[in-house]
């Protein structure tokens, strides 16, 4: 996490190397981020004086900011100290802020945390947070206590929930609208998932292929549910994201169905 810096440090184990990504359009100051964690293929970095939870996508190499600075009571440094994640939600450790702040990451929605609803008393400053079993744990700047959340669903209310469900609903749908086949996925699995034994990439089709793997009984998106109606039967986009094969449109690539498969993916 870059604290004073302007690149979020990445070390790849495999090849022992380092590469560095600007964050610096994201905020200045002495401190920027005080922390990160990640969730499936997302990194999250914690502001500190930044006024956005970042969160950097690995396969497309972007970010996302997500803004905090509504839940921090006109504070804009010292504001989060640490972070942690339970069951695709992120909590941030309130270090100047009046709260404790959750973000769901699948909703992408915030819920503040009074510090006065957590039975803290006085408290109102942590230096670090972690999970543990579904719990989370923070320890007081200068408190000798520390603080465990035990089986904490922020969004338990009745009206909160309701408008978080919406709120997904339509996060997916728009989500759904926006994907694309992935070109690794393309290059080095499509074919041997496409097509059946005794078939061959020469001469076989999109056209032919379609209707058993795209669409139809045997497509891939048969008997899921569409997360753009809610209803069986999805698109092969949102059938294969699953499998992690998909992510946002960047390109459009323009072909026929009647070319062979071996076409393509050449």
Same mark, same amino acid.
């Given at each position: 996490?870059?604290?004073?810096?302007d690149?979020m440090?990445?070390? +790849?184990?495999?090849? +022992?190397?380092?590469?560095?990504? *600007?964050?610096?359009?994201?905020?200045?100051? +002495?401190?920027k981020f005080? *922390?990160?964690?990640?969730?499936?293929?997302?990194v999250?970095? !914690?502001?500190?004086?930044v006024?956005?939870?970042?969160?950097? *996508?690995?396969?497309l190499?972007?970010?996302?900011?997500?803004d905090?600075?509504?839940y921090?009571?006109?504070?804009?440094?010292? #504001?989060?100290?640490?972070m942690c994640?339970?069951?695709?939600?992120?909590?941030l450790?309130a270090?100047?802020?009046?709260? @404790?702040?959750?973000?769901?990451?699948?909703?992408?929605?915030?819920h503040?945390?009074e510090?006065?609803? !957590?039975?803290?008393?006085?408290?109102?400053?942590?230096? %670090?947070?972690?999970a543990l079993d579904?719990?989370?744990?923070?320890?007081?700047?200068?408190?000798?206590s520390?603080?465990?959340?035990?089986?904490?669903d922020p969004?338990? +209310? =009745?009206?909160?929930?309701e408008? #978080?469900?919406?709120e997904?609903?339509?996060?997916?749908k728009?989500?759904?609208l926006?994907?694309? @086949?992935?070109?690794?996925? @393309?290059?080095?699995?499509?074919?041997d998932?496409?097509?059946q034994?005794g =078939?061959?990439? *020469?001469? #076989?089709?999109?056209?032919?292929?379609?209707?058993?793997?795209?669409?139809?009984a045997? %497509?891939?998106?048969? %008997?899921? @549910?569409? $997360?753009?109606?809610?209803?069986?039967?999805c698109?092969i986009?949102?059938?294969?994201?699953v499998?992690?094969?998909?992510?946002?449109?960047?390109?459009?690539?323009?072909?026929c169905? %009647?070319? $062979?498969?071996?076409?393509?993916?050449?």
């Open positions: 996490a870059p604290w004073g810096s690149r440090l990445i070390y +790849d184990p495999e090849s +022992d190397t380092l590469t560095g990504v *600007d964050v610096s359009s994201w905020g200045t100051g +002495d401190v005080s *922390d990160a964690c990640s969730i499936g293929n997302h999250y970095l !914690c502001p500190h004086s006024g956005n939870l970042l969160r950097f *996508d690995t396969v190499g972007s970010f996302t900011g997500f905090v600075r509504k921090t009571g006109g504070v804009t440094e010292s #504001m989060f100290s640490g994640a339970v069951r695709g939600v992120i909590y450790a270090k100047a802020a009046p709260c @404790i702040l959750a973000f769901n990451t699948e909703s992408e929605l915030f503040a945390i510090l006065s609803f !957590c039975g803290t008393g006085t408290i109102e400053h942590f230096g %670090g947070i972690c579904g719990c989370v744990y923070l320890v007081g700047c200068m408190e000798t520390m603080l465990v959340l035990h089986h904490l969004w338990s +209310d =009745e009206a909160v929930a408008d #978080m469900q919406v997904m609903h339509s996060k997916r728009q989500a759904s926006e994907l694309g @086949i992935s070109l690794n996925y @393309i290059l080095h699995r499509f074919v998932d496409a097509l034994p =078939e061959d990439a *020469d001469t #076989m089709s999109f056209s032919a292929l379609a209707p058993r793997f795209a669409y139809g045997s %497509g891939k998106g048969h %008997g899921q @549910i569409c $997360p753009r109606d809610g209803r069986p039967n698109s986009v949102d059938a294969l994201r499998r992690e094969s998909c992510c946002k449109a960047t390109h459009f690539l323009s072909w169905w %009647g070319y $062979p498969l071996h076409t393509l993916v050449s």
